[in-house]
């Protein structure tokens, strides 16, 4: 009778752990099933607010043409008439400014919202985010014009108050002129990263276009970035394809090239002052380039990048021959002196050459023989190009 009763106790007890455990988990699966409803809960809102987001009627886009008196404004709206319209409560007062891109609504034409500036995808790709990694101590035989340039673009930015005291305007804009391969970029890649400035890149070619007022247009909204971005360096490379000299004979497209010209002439020296922005230029051919964009206001220093001398040079194959495996034979102040005529271009080149030589015969160490067959071949290339020392610089 006894273990029976135990058995029975024994079968309730296991029951009541079972029923424990059960309980456990359906305790679990509550959790997890109002855990999934909040989830739920919270997507449907999101879904519901999206929907109303679809159903929303479009707005036209539209300019702002003149603010009235009792608040109402004057816009141009994409369709084209002008019309007087009011503007929602939720629009602050201050962003309504004339020439502003606004969001109007499609039936009753009033303003819902303003809309930031429009810049043209190549005019926002021209901004360098990451600085270059050049720095001044890896261009050889420029010291003078390291210093011009430093003093026309860099102290400006950083000590402008020197130029305060002195009671003077810093230079707007400086224009590097020299051959190609003697260093302009390497120049301006400097600059870039020695300041806290946005630095801007455009070739002068990307600002022709195909149909009439899109180059005046890029030129506009470049510098509209530029001051947006300030304070910041606008670097235009190859300037004189689109600032060559105006003739009286010309095709449609020199034309609009020269409208292009004469929007880049009033942004530089205009009624819009440029503040913090600086401009730099290059070209290897100022014989060509309007007598307005050289003028003293526009390009204040023009710095000319000969080729490099014998010091130079020498310091240039230092540069580039740090990071070589080089023979003791070898002996660069030598180099310098057989590469006359060479740019720096030509002298990174050489020394790629002769470590080229060095590979093909399976060394890791460059000799001065390597070097002596380089200058021969790079010079001799170059020579017959017409490419060292051309007409124009010489």
Do not use: H, W
């Given at each position: 009778m006894l273990d029976e009763v135990h058995r029975k106790i024994s079968v309730l007890e296991e029951r009541n752990l079972e029923l424990v455990e059960e309980a456990r988990r359906v305790e679990g699966e509550k959790r997890f099933v109002e855990g999934e409803l909040i989830r739920l809960q919270k997507e449907m809102k999101r879904l519901k607010a999206e929907l109303e987001r679809?159903?929303?009627?479009?707005?036209?886009?539209?300019?702002?043409?003149?603010?009235?008196?009792?608040?109402?404004?004057?816009?141009?709206?994409s369709t084209g008439p002008d019309f007087i319209v009011s503007t929602s409560d939720y629009v602050a007062p201050e962003l309504l400014l004339a020439g502003a891109r606004v969001a109007l609504n499609?039936?009753?034409?009033?303003?819902?919202?303003?809309?930031?500036?429009?810049?043209?995808?190549?005019?926002?790709?021209?901004?360098?985010?990451?600085?270059?990694?050049?720095?001044?101590?890896?261009?050889?035989?420029?010291?003078?014009?390291?210093?011009?340039?430093?003093?026309?673009?860099?102290?400006?930015?950083?000590?402008?108050?020197?130029?305060?005291?002195?009671?003077?305007?810093?230079?707007?804009?400086?224009?590097?002129?020299?051959?190609?391969?003697?260093?302009?970029?390497?120049?301006?890649?400097?600059?870039?990263?020695?300041?806290?400035?946005?630095?801007?890149?455009?070739?002068?070619?990307?600002l022709v276009q195909k149909y009439i007022g899109e180059g005046a247009r890029l030129v506009r909204e470049l510098f509209d970035l530029a001051r947006l971005k300030a304070p910041s360096i606008v670097f235009i490379d190859e300037i004189d394809s689109v600032g060559a000299k105006r003739l009286e004979l010309a095709t449609s497209g020199d034309r609009e090239v020269q409208r292009t010209l004469m929007q880049l002439l009033a942004e530089l020296d205009g009624f819009n002052p440029l503040g913090e922005v600086k401009i730099i230029g290059a070209t290897n051919r100022p014989d060509i380039l309007d007598e307005a964009l050289l003028r003293p206001g526009r390009f204040d220093r023009i710095i000319e990048i000969p080729f490099p001398n014998f010091e130079g040079r020498s310091a240039i194959f230092k540069i580039h021959?740090?990071?070589?495996?080089?023979?003791?034979?070898?002996?660069?102040?030598?180099?310098?002196?057989?590469?006359?005529?060479?740019?720096?271009?030509?002298?990174?080149?050489?020394?790629?050459?002769?470590?080229?030589?060095?590979?093909?015969?399976?060394?890791?160490?460059?000799?001065?023989?390597?070097?002596?067959?380089?200058?021969?071949?790079?010079?001799?290339?170059?020579?017959?190009?017409?490419?060292?020392?051309?007409?124009?610089?010489?």
């Open positions: 679809l159903k929303a009627p479009p707005l036209i886009i539209g300019q702002i043409k003149d603010i009235l008196a009792d608040g109402r404004v004057v816009v141009k709206s499609k039936q009753t034409l009033a303003v819902m919202g303003v809309l930031p500036p429009s810049l043209d995808p190549l005019v926002i790709g021209a901004e360098i985010i990451e600085k270059p990694d050049t720095v001044y101590e890896e261009i050889g035989g420029l010291q003078e014009q390291i210093v011009e340039i430093r003093e026309a673009v860099e102290d400006p930015l950083l000590r402008p108050e020197l130029y305060k005291k002195v009671g003077i305007d810093p230079p707007k804009g400086v224009l590097l002129v020299g051959p190609p391969g003697t260093g302009k970029t390497l120049l301006a890649k400097a600059v870039a990263r020695q300041t806290n400035a946005t630095f801007i890149r455009f070739v002068g070619s990307e021959s740090k990071r070589m495996n080089l023979d003791k034979t070898v002996q660069l102040e030598e180099l310098g002196a057989k590469s006359e005529g060479a740019t720096g271009a030509d002298i990174k080149s050489v020394c790629t050459e002769a470590g080229m030589f060095a590979i093909r015969e399976n060394r890791d160490i460059v000799s001065m023989a390597d070097f002596e067959k380089a200058l021969i071949k790079v010079l001799d290339q170059d020579a017959e190009k017409g490419m060292v020392a051309g007409p124009m610089f010489a």
